[in-house]
Nanobody, 128 residues
């Protein structure tokens, strides 16, 4: 129900745009987010978007990454000025809660356990 695309390899300072196509139950989620996991590290949330359109970001990616919902079925992550710390598998996630809750983006910047639906991930590589 979640499928990511858009990963690839870029040089430092480059840009990539990741997309996540959602369908079914995940479409009605209050929160959607992008996580990343580098080898040997825990999965961490990098950006989250609430159903009211508000967003929140990991400090390390603020002013470089932008999360948005381009259309009702597609969540995007535009990444610019990519750094050597950014390579990872990037995952799209949705909470899958159909009941509307008055959440803000900051409420959605949560740990992995908060999210019930996940995509398979798309790899991002950055080279110097």
């Amino acid at each position: 129900q979640l499928e990511e695309s858009g990963g690839g390899s870029v040089e430092t300072g480059g840009s990539l745009r990741l997309s996540c196509t959602a369908s079914g139950y995940t479409y009605t989620s209050n929160c959607m987010a992008w996580f990343r996991q580098a080898p040997g590290k825990e999965r961490e949330v990098v950006a989250a978007l609430a159903s009211d359109g508000s967003a929140s970001y990991l400090d390390a990616v603020k002013d470089r990454f932008t999360i948005s919902k381009d259309n009702p079925d597609t969540l995007s992550l535009h990444m610019s000025n990519l750094k050597l710390d950014d390579p990872a598998m990037y995952y799209c996630a949705a909470d899958g809660v159909s009941a509307h809750l008055p959440l803000r983006g900051s409420d959605c910047l949560r740990e992995t356990e908060f999210y019930g639906y996940w995509g398979q991930g798309t790899q991002v590589t950055v080279s110097s």
